[in-house]
Nanobody, 123 residues
Framework: QLQFVESGGGFVQPGGSLRLSCAASGSIFASYNMGWYRQAPGKQRELVAVVSRGSVSDYADSVKGRFAISRDNAKNTVYLQMNSLKAEDTAVYYC?????????????????WGQGTQVTVSS
């Protein structure tokens, strides 16, 4: 059973960058598609980026061109590079895993949620 520990969040000004990390425990990390979600106060959790088992990435329209997801199977870690950050990117960010098709459209979180990492974008 996978477990996740997210890190790398913080406070950044609009236009800035952050790199989030999600370390997964468990020997079957490479067999899962991985995704990054975010949840802003008072809003539903939103899937923003997916990287498939084969390292093909897919993004929600709200972050396309600004965020980049990647994975390192040797380290059981998935990353989210966030550039050109906006105030509306403020949220708690979580990672999760899926064993399906590895796209934004079909990704379904299958594992218990970690504690997340807070990203705050403000001037």
């Amino acid at each position: 059973q996978l477990q996740f520990v997210e890190s790398g969040g913080g406070f950044v000004q609009p236009g800035g960058s952050l790199r989030l990390s999600c370390a997964a425990s468990g020997s079957i990390f490479a067999s899962y598609n991985m995704g990054w979600y975010r949840q802003a106060p008072g809003k539903q959790r939103e899937l923003v980026a997916v990287v498939s088992r084969g390292s093909v990435s897919d993004y929600a329209d709200s972050v396309k061109g600004r965020f980049a997801i990647s994975r390192d199977n040797a380290k059981n870690t998935v990353y989210l590079q966030m550039n050109s950050l906006k105030a509306e990117d403020t949220a708690v960010y979580y990672c999760n895993a899926d064993s399906g098709y590895g796209s934004i459209t079909y990704f379904i979180a299958r594992v218990s949620w970690g504690q997340g990492t807070q990203v705050t974008v403000s001037s």
